[in-house]
């Protein structure tokens, strides 16, 4: 006897948001556990500044703490990570994904200017 199991469409869309969330914390607990000042610059693999070809930063940029300076350049390395998770900044706008919390791109998917939805 076979059984088939459904899965919920709810479950489908929160799971992958619920999974990145979870790493995200989990990153953020392994980072604020590190016994050594970042004296040296970034490790390797893990991006400093913002991809080639991305805007001038604004100013609300620059001026935002460290923290959100570093989602944005996160979320600027890994749009592939974004676009699977639902837009939940509240603004109101048809957001495709939470990459368009953080960026605002032309038709052809270039980023053309910063969106301050992701700052809180």
Request: charged residues 15%; glycine residues 8%.
């Amino acid at each position: 006897m076979t059984r088939t199991q459904k899965t919920s469409p709810w479950y489908r869309a929160i799971a992958p948001a619920a999974i990145a969330l979870l790493f995200l914390a989990l990153a953020g607990v392994t980072a604020g556990c590190s016994t050594q000042p970042d004296a040296h610059g970034p490790e390797p693999g893990h991006e400093a500044a913002l991809p080639d070809g991305f805007p001038e930063a604004p100013d609300w940029y620059r001026a935002a703490p460290k923290p959100i300076q570093q989602t944005y350049v996160a979320a600027a390395h890994h749009p592939e990570a974004l676009q699977y998770i639902p837009c939940y900044c509240g603004c109101g706008e048809i957001h495709g994904s939470n990459f368009d919390c953080y960026f605002q791109r032309d038709e052809s998917g270039a980023v053309v200017a910063f969106d301050p939805h992701a700052r809180g």
